[in-house]
């Protein structure tokens, strides 16, 4: 059973028209318009993930997933605030730097088991996603 890999991709104004490619291993998955998830199957095992747009995109990012696991990732655009200045820096000189990507950290604590302490319940809080990272 293949592992399963969920990329979400925040709202950000400089790249609203144009969708982000997501890369595992350096072969294309899926493509990310503004507030869109992919899911995609892959195999177990360590990957690279990156997001990429045009020339510029994110540094890539390890991944060891476990069969059957998932790794929930967020990813978007760095131009925000005052970074929109910076864009000629970022399409040139920092152009891996231009996307960030990152692991999805859930909401809200597991549900906790009656009878288990909190330290058994979250032994491993991120099923899926290798500890080795």
Not at 53 to 60: L, Q
Request: charged share 25%; aromatic share 6%; proline share 9%.
């Amino acid at each position: 059973m293949p592992a399963t890999l969920r990329i979400f991709r925040s709202n950000s104004f400089p790249d609203a028209l144009r969708p982000y490619r997501v890369l595992v291993d350096g072969r294309n998955v899926g493509q990310l318009g503004p507030r869109e998830e992919l899911e995609a199957p892959i195999e177990e095992g360590k990957h690279r993930v990156e997001v990429r747009i045009d020339w510029c995109g994110s540094r890539p990012l390890a991944v060891d997933l476990r069969d059957g696991g998932a790794v929930h990732l967020e990813c978007g655009c760095n131009l925000s605030g005052w970074r929109i200045l910076l864009v000629p820096a970022y399409v040139t000189i920092l152009r891996n730097d231009y996307l960030w990507l990152e692991v999805k950290v859930p909401s809200r604590l597991p549900d906790l088991k009656p009878g288990l302490g909190i330290a058994e319940a979250l032994q491993d809080p991120f099923p899926g996603l290798g500890a080795d990272l």
